[in-house]
């Protein structure tokens, strides 16, 4: 079955560089949530999208922002890169949100940044 | 505000004994609850779930939990530990806001099974 995909796995900034995050989502998902995950910590929830509108925010930075477009892919855009942004950044899908916790989130295997 | 809080950073057993991973959950609404496990290096993979149906939850690899209102928790199991349970397991707790039913995660649990 297909997964949630994210790209790049790994990826490598400087201090002050920008960084783009890709999602693929699971075929027929409509929501798309982006989390954070610091060494040694538990994901932290920075935003959602469902049917291309952001539909709730969390502790996301002003200097990231994030879209889901048509095809309901979405991209997660960190600007200003500082130290403390280095971490584990998830994506995960789901399906509607018509059945309340049958809207089980599939993650993807993460993108890894690393800020030097 | 939906919360859960995960008791022990890390839990160690031998191989073969009885893993148990505690979770207690804060709701104003009844929750709908998660178990999820991370192995190193890799994504999020859904243990379990509770979604308000029966109290007891199978899940994969051998792996239930119980809801409990009364103690508000959620505690995972599993009768035999294998080593390759070694893995960092997370409680979560769906929080929903308009059409968002994302997770909150507690701390994590890192479960170590010594041979």
């Known amino acids: 079955a297909a997964g949630v995909i994210q790209s790049p796995r790994h990826l490598i900034k400087e201090k002050r560089e920008t960084a783009t995050l890709k999602c693929y989502p699971i075929?027929?998902?409509?929501?798309v949530y982006w989390y954070q995950q610091g060494p040694g910590q538990d994901p932290q929830f920075l935003i959602s999208?469902?049917?291309?509108?952001?539909?709730d925010k969390g502790s996301i930075p002003d200097r990231f922002s994030a879209q889901q477009f048509s095809d309901y892919h979405s991209e997660l855009n960190m600007s200003s890169l500082e130290l403390g942004d280095s971490a584990l950044y998830f994506c995960?899908?789901?399906?509607?949100?018509?059945?309340?916790?049958?809207?089980?989130?599939?993650f993807g295997a993460g993108s890894r940044l690393t800020v030097l | 505000a939906q919360s859960v809080t995960q008791l022990g950073s890390h839990v160690s057993v031998s191989e073969g004994a009885l893993v148990l991973l505690r979770c207690n959950y804060s709701?104003?609404?009844?929750?709908?609850l998660f178990w999820y496990v991370q192995y190193p290096n890799q994504g999020l993979q859904l243990l379990l779930k509770?979604?308000?149906?029966?109290?007891l939850v199978k899940g994969i690899n051998g792996f239930e939990a119980e809801f409990k209102k009364s103690e508000t928790s959620f505690h995972l199991t599993k009768p035999s530990a294998h080593m390759s349970d070694a893995a960092e397991y997370f409680c979560?707790?769906?929080?929903?806001?308009?059409?968002?039913?994302?997770?909150?995660f507690g701390s994590g649990t890192r479960l170590l099974v010594r041979p």
């Open positions: 075929p027929r998902h409509d929501t």
């Open positions: 979560a707790v769906s929080d929903m806001r308009d059409s968002s039913y994302k997770l909150i």
């Open positions: 999208f469902y049917e291309k509108m952001q539909s």
């Open positions: 509770y979604t308000s149906a029966a109290t």
């Open positions: 995960a899908s789901s399906w509607g949100a018509i059945t309340p916790g049958a809207n089980v989130l599939t």
């Open positions: 709701s104003s609404v009844p929750p709908y």
